[in-house]
């Protein structure tokens, strides 16, 4: 197998594992609470990644600063999002909530344009982002049956926001070593999480069934552990540039897999939402030519 075919099969591993993440998060969400599930899905992850920091030889920071900087990657990263998903998917569907963070790029777009030098808007990513937000208003006008409702599809949208605010964070705060800073972010998420879900305590657990357990045991080894550590690869290997080119396929697979597994609704209206959002994804990847004009 060449080094190109290696890089593919790794991608599509990865639009897999994250793809489904959120239909798996529905089964886990039936018998598990938001910050349950979170904070066992970080705790999963972070031994994963530090067994995986270990094999290489890499060793954790010792200075405070360094650790201030991973607490605040660790959670707009990590704790913050995993609830907020958790917390939106016990009421709006898998399909939904992936195609929802197709907002994800687009808002690190934007917010790239005011923190990030050279990262400026053109006429076509400004021109996506408004097609993308059509896609999602037709797309959630006819689920909105009440504030719950609402409220729910909100903290999908955060989730995506504070996924886009890490990635800004990262780029504008000092660089780590790409296992230990994932490795560091997820122990700090999960030393944050734990003491909340002890505290509220598990009287809802009478005896989870194997689905929901496998669930969880899915949710932190596969789409945050062994991802992470295939994202690390992958970027070494390949550069970001062709990485990024995941957030087309995954509301794709969010969506479907929605449908196929667990039978949620489709509707003709549902499938050009998510195709005008795919195309206004596509649409701010277009860059602007500069044409130089030479005086005679």
């Known amino acids: 197998m060449t080094a190109k075919q290696i890089n593919w099969l790794m991608f599509y591993s990865l639009v897999f594992m994250w793809g489904t993440s959120f239909l798996v998060t529905s089964v886990a969400v039936d018998q598990f609470s938001p910050i349950q599930i979170s904070s066992m899905r970080i705790t999963l992850g972070a031994i994963i990644l530090l067994f995986a920091a270990r094999l290489r030889g890499r ?6 600063r360094s650790w201030v900087y991973l607490g605040l990657f660790g ?11 958790s917390w939106g998917q016990q009421s709006v569907s898998s399909g939904t909530t992936g195609v929802l963070m197709a907002f994800m790029p687009l ?3 934007v917010l790239a344009h005011y923190l990030i030098v050279n990262e400026t808007l053109n006429r076509y990513k400004i021109m996506g982002c408004a097609l993308s937000f059509c896609g999602v208003a037709l797309l959630l006008g006819p689920q909105i049956e009440g504030s719950h409702s609402i409220f729910a599809q909100l903290a999908i949208f955060c989730a995506a926001a504070s996924y886009a605010t890490n990635t800004i964070l990262i780029r504008k705060l000092p660089k780590f070593d790409p296992l230990v800073g994932g490795a560091g972010m997820l122990l700090v998420a999960s030393a944050l999480s734990i003491p909340i ?40 290997r390949a ?7 995941v957030n087309y396929l995954i509301p794709v697979l969010a969506f479907f897999s929605g449908i196929v597994v667990l039978d949620e609704d489709v509707t003709y209206l549902s499938l050009i939402s998510v195709a005008i959002i795919l195309c206004g994804i596509a649409l701010t990847r277009k860059t602007v030519r500069t044409v130089l004009k030479v005086k005679s």
């Open 107 to 109: 808002i690190t777009m």
């Open 239 to 245: 550069g970001p540039s062709f990485i990024s080119n």
């Open 59 to 64: 060793r954790l920071p010792r200075d405070l």
């Open 197 to 236: 879900a002890v505290y509220q305590g598990f009287s809802n657990i009478d005896a989870p069934s194997a689905s929901a357990i496998y669930a969880i045991i899915w949710l932190g080894v596969v789409p945050t552990g062994i991802a992470s550590i295939l994202y690390f690869s992958l970027v070494e």
């Open 75 to 85: 959670v707009m990263g990590n704790a913050l999002p995993f609830f907020l998903i």
